[in-house]
């Protein structure tokens, strides 16, 4: 079952949203794995989160925002590592206007 079709059986099933986690990303640092985001956005109706996934800078959080449809973006091992501050990451992303928590 490729993720496509597993995220389509997940909201079939009741979840309310999608953590999307593209492992051959992950910890690359190469930025997100925009088609897949796409990809799974397009869909299913439930909002997709679109996990760290290769995050190694702070465009790469603006670039997932402006070039999918995905509600929320999370990373963990960047900040874990303290390669990217996260308040840089918030301070970039309101300067897109791109709202941050």
Do not use: W, Y
Not at 29 to 36: H, I, K, R, Y
Not at 86 to 92: D, E, L, M, Q, R
Request: hydrophobic residues 45%; contains cysteine; charged residues 25%.
């Amino acid at each position: 079952m490729d993720a496509i079709d597993l995220a389509k059986a997940c909201e079939e099933l009741g979840a309310g949203e999608i953590l999307l986690n593209c492992i051959d990303k992950d910890g690359t640092n190469s930025g997100f794995d925009l088609e897949l985001i796409n990809q799974v956005r397009s869909a299913v109706s439930i909002p997709v989160i679109a996990s760290s996934s290769g995050a190694g800078k702070v465009e790469h959080f603006s670039e997932v925002f402006e070039k999918t449809g995905a509600e929320a973006a999370l990373a963990a091992g960047i900040f874990h590592r303290e390669e990217v501050p996260i308040s840089a990451v918030k301070a970039h992303l309101r300067e897109r206007g791109i709202e941050t928590r």
